[in-house]
């Protein structure tokens, strides 16, 4: 009965360690190459076959290897610090871009025209 329980445990760790590979993958996708490089992390390139090795390995091996630990630890680093760079750079098409205006807003609010 424990070992069911470990198991179950270890297969929903082993989902939320694919899903973070996979929201990184994605979210690195459709960033802007040149984003990348204005917020001096390493090319986009580099981070989506990272990324796509990550959620490769965690769908592959068993959560107790260090290689799915290791492709954990690469998912965490993008999300916690690459994502929040390219994020404060706008550097997405639509991703990231939360709380701010639309291209018509002024330095004091939207532009309506003088209406």
């Known amino acids: 009965m424990l070992m069911l329980g470990f198991a179950g ?9 694919m899903a973070l590979a996979a929201f990184g ?3 690195a996708a459709f960033r802007r190459e040149d984003a990348f490089r204005a917020a001096d992390k390493q090319n986009k390139v580099f981070w989506l076959i990272i990324l796509g090795i990550s959620l490769v390995v965690s769908y592959l091996f068993s959560i107790l ?3 799915p630990i290791a492709a954990a ?12 760079a390219l994020a404060q750079l706008g550097g ?3 991703w990231g871009r939360r709380g701010r205006g639309s291209s018509s807003d002024g ?3 939207p ?5």
């Open 25 to 27: 993958l994605f979210d």
């Open 107 to 109: 330095p004091y609010g």
């Open 73 to 84: 630890v690469a998912s965490i680093v993008y999300i916690v610090d690459v994502r929040p």
């Open 92 to 94: 997405g098409r639509g």
């Open 9 to 17: 445990f270890m297969g929903i760790l082993k989902i939320i360690l």
């Open 65 to 67: 290897s260090i290689l």
């Open 111 to 115: 532009y309506n025209g003088g209406r």
